[in-house]
Every structure is written in C-alpha cells, then in structure tokens.
C-alpha cells in the first residue's frame, strides 16, 4: 500500500472515531437534559411522561400537606391551573406558601408529580425566569377563559 493510501485510511479512521465520539457525547447530554414545564403546559399533557423535567409556578396557599416522615404534598400553580407535587426530604428554608418554586422530578401514573430537588426563590424579588414566564403565560390563560366565559 502507498504512503498516500495509508494516510487516508487513518484519516478515515481518525474522522470515524471522532464521529462515534461525538454520536456517545450528544446522546449522553441529550438523556440529561431537563425542560422546563408550566403546570398548564402539564395538564396539556404537553409535559413527557417517562423523562425528568422542571416544574415551575407558585406554591398554593393552603396546599401544603406534611405526611409521614419527609413527604410534603403541595400544590404549584401558574395562575391557570394546579398540579400535584409530592417530594420526600428536606425542603429548602425559603421554602413557603406563595412563593416561587421550581422542582424538578417526573409524572407518575396517577399525573401527580414526583419532585426528586425543590429549588425556591432566594430573595423577596427573585423568581427564575421560567417560572416568571409561565405564571404571565398563565395570566394570560385565565384572562382568554373568563373573556370567553363573559362572552357567553
């Protein structure tokens, strides 16, 4: 074989590793990846059913439930619609009813949500981004509802 050919073939070999490299390194970071979900966009069914994904809105005032052990049941909303939370272990000092949260975990069979992480606000005027745009999103539902409810 010519040295021109031997360089090819390594070339070759060289560019279909690299491939395979990056086919592992995309596939990795593509079944790591967690999107943000509104509780509206939940109750859509828009939300995976068998992937971890985000959770954002506001705690319901009154909705939080302590059970046995560290179980906290409660409930997020964007201001259109609610979703069920349920997260066992210790939830974060900012913690409270009204508040911003985001919560990250999967739907289970039932269409509750299972939060493995509670993530809340860390001041009086922050929100993420997420949540923020989701509860105007939810405004923006619950205003295009009662129009057409008046409407009738």
């Given at each position: 074989?010519?040295?021109r050919h031997k360089r090819f073939v390594f070339i070759?070999?060289?560019?279909?590793?690299?491939?395979?490299?990056a086919a592992l390194?995309?596939?990795?970071?593509?079944?790591?990846?967690?999107?943000?979900?509104?509780?509206?966009?939940?109750?859509?069914n828009e939300a995976p059913q068998n992937h971890v994904f985000r959770l954002g809105g506001m705690?319901?005032?009154?909705?939080?439930q302590r059970g046995q052990e560290l179980t906290v049941r409660f409930l997020i909303t964007d201001t259109a619609n609610e979703v069920k939370v349920s997260y066992t272990g210790i939830l974060p000092d900012l913690f409270a009813e009204g508040q911003g949260v985001v919560a990250q975990g999967r739907l289970n069979g039932q269409g509750e949500f299972v939060a493995d992480e509670?993530?809340?606000k860390h001041?009086?005027?922050?929100?993420?981004?997420?949540?923020?745009?989701?509860l105007e999103?939810?405004?923006?539902?619950?205003?295009?509802?009662?129009a057409a409810g008046a409407g009738r």
């Open positions: 074989m010519k040295a070759f070999v060289g560019l279909a590793a690299l491939g395979v490299a390194i995309f596939n990795a970071l593509g079944s790591n990846m967690s999107y943000f979900y509104s509780p509206t966009e939940v109750v859509r705690v319901v005032s009154g909705s939080v509670v993530l809340a001041d009086e005027t922050y929100m993420p981004p997420e949540a923020a745009a989701a999103q939810g405004k923006l539902e619950a205003m295009k509802q009662s």
